[in-house]
C-alpha cells in the first residue's frame, strides 16, 4: 500500500472527460439515476441532477416524492422523473424499491442519499441500489444509513463515498479531531478495508482508491462551505461514472472540477455571495480550462 499523497491537478481532470464522438446521441454519454431528494429538501435533487448535466453525462432520470417534482422540474427541466410514493414524513416510501430497482437497470450509474432523509424507508431504498451490479456514488443519508448499521458496509465493494469529516467520524467511530490529525492514513485505510473510493471533504479534500492511491486537493474556498455544494460535488462525481470512467478516476476528477468551478464563482461573486447553484454556472468553464 502506498504511503505517499499526490496533488490533485488540472491533468487529473483531464484523465476524467472522457472524448466525446462527434456521431454521439443522448444514449452515448451515459444514463445516470439519482435517487435523492425529499419534500423537506427537494433542492437536494436540483443540485446533484444539474451538475450532472452540466458535466457532459447524455439522461439523468431523479427518483423522488411525486410531490417535489413540479418544483424541481422547473430548476432542472432537462432532467427525467420517476414519481415515488412518499412516506408520511415525506421521505420515499419502501414501497417503490421495484421502481428504483428498475431504474438502477435502466442506469448506467447511480447516485443515492442526497436529501433522501434516514429513514427505515429510505433503508429499503439504499439495499435496492446495493442489490445491483451498476457502479454507484453514496452521499449524504446513505451514509448515515451505513454508519448506523455498519455491517451494510460489506454490500458497498466498488462504490465511491463521499462523506463530510462529521459523516466520516460516524462511519468510524473515529473523532472529527483524530480523523484532522491523520486525515490522508485514516481515508487510506478505510477505502482499502471495505474496497472502495472514499472522497473525504472539507477544506483540503483527500480522495483514497480502494488500491491505497491518495490525491490531495488544497482548495480552500469557505464559499464552498455552505450547504447544497456536496450535493453539486456528487452529481459532477456520478456524471463522470455513469460516462464510464473508472471509479477513482472519476472521484479524483470531479474533486478538481468542482473545486475549479467553486475558485470562478468564487472570483466574481466572493465567497461570502457565491452559492451552490453558481458553482454549477461555472462548471462548463472549468471545464474548457481542463480541455484548453
Not at 410531490?67 to 416510501?93: H, K, T, W, Y
Request: charged content about 20%; overall charge negative.
Amino acid at each position: 500500500m502506498k504511503n505517499e499523497i499526490a496533488r490533485l491537478t488540472r491533468g487529473c481532470a483531464h484523465e476524467g472527460l472522457l472524448p466525446r464522438d462527434e456521431h454521439g446521441n443522448k444514449g452515448s454519454f451515459g444514463r445516470l439515476l439519482c435517487v435523492c431528494g425529499s419534500v423537506a429538501m427537494p433542492g437536494a435533487a436540483v443540485l446533484c441532477a444539474s451538475a450532472a448535466l452540466r458535466c457532459g453525462v447524455g439522461l439523468v432520470r431523479v427518483a423522488l416524492p411525486r410531490e417535489c417534482i413540479a418544483g424541481v422540474v422547473q430548476r432542472a427541466p432537462e432532467a427525467m422523473f420517476a414519481p415515488l410514493l412518499p412516506n408520511e414524513d415525506g421521505a420515499s416510501a419502501a414501497c417503490n424499491a421495484p421502481l428504483v430497482s428498475e431504474g438502477c437497470a435502466w442506469a448506467s450509474a447511480v447516485l443515492c442519499g442526497c436529501g433522501l432523509s434516514a429513514c427505515g424507508d429510505t433503508r429499503t431504498l439504499l439495499l435496492a441500489v446495493l442489490d445491483n451490479e451498476r457502479p454507484i456514488v453514496l452521499d449524504a443519508d446513505a451514509l448515515n444509513l451505513l454508519a448506523r448499521e455498519p455491517e451494510l458496509l460489506t454490500c458497498v465493494r466498488g462504490a465511491i463515498l463521499t462523506p463530510h469529516l462529521g459523516e466520516f467520524a460516524r462511519l468510524t467511530g473515529l473523532s472529527v479531531t483524530q480523523i484532522r490529525q491523520s486525515r490522508a492514513q485514516a481515508a487510506q485505510s478505510f477505502a482499502v478495508r471495505h474496497g472502495v473510493t472514499l472522497v473525504l471533504k472539507d477544506s483540503d479534500t483527500v480522495v483514497a482508491s480502494p488500491e491505497g492511491e491518495l490525491w490531495l486537493y488544497e482548495g480552500r474556498n469557505s464559499g464552498l462551505a455552505k450547504g447544497g455544494s456536496g450535493d453539486v460535488l456528487a452529481g459532477v462525481i456520478a456524471s463522470l461514472l455513469a460516462q464510464g470512467v473508472p471509479g477513482a478516476r472519476a472521484a479524483a476528477a470531479g474533486v478538481w472540477l468542482h473545486g475549479a468551478a467553486g475558485r470562478i464563482a468564487c472570483d466574481k461573486l466572493g465567497e461570502h455571495g457565491m452559492l451552490p447553484h453558481d458553482v454549477i454556472e461555472a462548471l462548463p468553464q472549468a471545464i474548457l480550462e481542463v480541455l484548453a
